[in-house]
């Protein structure tokens, strides 16, 4: 069965700083992997997808993520991050199975 | 991209009572999914609602628990039936993204925050 691992339930960062959220995954064959982003109050918005070739994959409001087949993970990275990026973020395979997230914090 | 909204955004019920969530999509799409989101918990599919036949439920959840309507291609229904706390949850419709097919990026509704006291 696809399962998704989402490591940190919460993380804080400083305004300006470099961020990582981790995801691994579970999956028979090369998956489709997503990341979402859910803001306060709001539904889900795509940030990303990688359904094949460049393992490196850029999304919009800045983050990019890399697949990593050897390691089975599909971390979202941010070289600098804005107070508008905190909110909760989701891993996604095969469209319907979700991680259980990460809660960003950013401080001043 | 679709615009999909949800009524009511927040409601708070009684134990035992029923309520029904309704999801308006801007398009006309084949699928529809409903999710449950726990409280500091990840989404969980409860069904996938196709027009012109039976949703199709999740492990877990069923039927007569959360019936589900689907009488157009932008509309659907879900009613959470004989409340108890433990539904007390957030719940979200989602399309997939019409100009790729069934199974790709899905486009979320605001959700509904339910509280069941």
């Known amino acids: 069965a696809q399962s998704v691992t989402q490591p940190d339930i919460h993380i804080t960062v400083s305004e300006g700083a470099s961020l990582e959220l981790r995801c691994n995954y579970s999956y028979g064959a090369t998956p489709y992997l997503f990341w979402y982003v859910q803001s306060p109050g709001q539904g889900l918005q795509l940030l990303l997808k990688?359904?094949?070739?460049?393992?490196l994959v850029q999304g919009i409001k800045g983050f990019e993520a890399e697949f990593k087949r050897s390691q089975s993970s599909f971390n979202l990275r941010k070289p600098s991050v804005h107070w508008s990026d905190a909110a909760e973020y989701f891993c996604?395979?095969?469209?319907?199975?979700f991680g259980t997230g990460t809660r960003l914090t950013i401080i001043p | 991209s679709a615009v999909i909204s949800q009524k009511p955004s927040r409601d708070i019920c009684q134990r035992g009572t029923s309520l029904t969530i309704q999801c308006q999509v801007d398009s006309q799409v084949t699928m529809m999914f409903w999710y449950r989101q726990q409280p500091g918990q990840s989404l969980t599919l409860i069904a996938t609602?196709?027009?012109?036949?039976?949703?199709?439920?999740e492990s877990g959840f069923v039927i007569d628990k959360f019936p589900i309507s689907r009488p157009n291609l932008t509309f659907s229904t879900l009613t959470v039936s004989n409340m108890s706390p433990e539904d007390s949850s957030i719940y979200l419709c989602?399309?997939?993204?019409?100009?790729?097919?069934?199974?790709?990026?899905?486009?979320f509704g605001p959700g509904t925050r339910l509280t069941v006291l």
């Open positions: 609602a196709n027009q012109g036949s039976e949703a199709t439920y």
């Open positions: 990688y359904f094949s070739g460049d393992t």
């Open positions: 996604a395979v095969e469209v319907l199975t």
């Open positions: 989602s399309v997939p993204s019409p100009s790729s097919g069934a199974y790709n990026e899905q486009f």
